[in-house]
């Protein structure tokens, strides 16, 4: 299906199928279902929700709430500060310029902060994810869910990045010397 949201405030569903769902002006909430769906927001806040299947989820302007649900999701946030939530399996995160928070979940995901400052917020059972462009000193890593310090972490240089592991689970920081990573850059 391919439904198309109006001027005001829409709750747009999609069905089982893969459906693109594409809001306009106005906070707009779209559900694509289950399938492989793609869906648009538009201007103003806009909230989209993946649920199953492998999902792309575009927030474009305004502070977006974007999930992928189940399955191997894409969520881009694009302008503002935008908040994006994964979900299960391996997710690709972009929050884009503005200052973001992006939420991996289980599975191997990778995270882009983009531009402003940027949160990447970690739970037990993250897995293995892989964090691109962190500016040190301006985004953070939140572990707030975990109830430890910085102490309880294990941090290691691997072949140019920086790996930040708490028992099975470790998040890969490209391009970054572990030299650079202190308590600073986290929140407990």
Known sequence: DTIFGNDGDDTIQGDAGGDWLYGHAGADTMNGNDGNDHLYGHNNPDTLYGDAGDDVLYGNDGDDVLYGGAGDDELRGHAHNDTLHGGTGADTLYGGAGDDTLTG???DDALYGGTGSDVMVFAAGWGTDTVHGFANGQDVFDLSALGITFADLTITDVGGDTH??????????????SALIDASDFIF
């Open 105 to 107: 979940g289980t599975g």
């Open 164 to 177: 930040i592991s708490y028992g099975a689970d470790t998040i890969i920081v490209t391009g970054v010397s």
